[in-house]
């Protein structure tokens, strides 16, 4: 049996959207969420206990297409956490970097295609 590693957390689901307003409001008012919270021009959502749930806007010719998912991750090293998954035959859309509000981020591809993002803890 493997073990889970307790440090390493679900942060958030982003569902890459053309209209993401509308699905704000498919999912606030099918669910009774409370108002969405604004990150950024492109991105809004809801906290909903420990994950966030997010829909980003992608124009019609993004590389990530409406309807894709990216899957995040807080872990205790982006970096070491980066390599290993990159070993694993991950491809790579973004390497480690420190962003400008402070936290490390990485976003590399699963071998099928879905993102994966990184945040340091």
Known sequence: MV???PIVCLEAILIKSTHPEELVIFYQKGFNLGPPKTAGVDLLGFQ??????GFERVRLM?????GAVSIWFRVPSVEEAFERLVALGAQVKTSPQ?????????????PDGNAIGLVGI
Not at 48 to 53: E, G, P, R
Not at 98 to 110: N, P, Q, V
């Open 98 to 110: 420190k962003e400008s509000w402070g936290e490390t981020l990485a976003i590399l591809h699963d």
């Open 3 to 5: 073990q889970s590693n």
């Open 48 to 53: 909903m206990t420990d994950v966030y749930l």
């Open 62 to 66: 993004a590389s990530d297409p409406p």
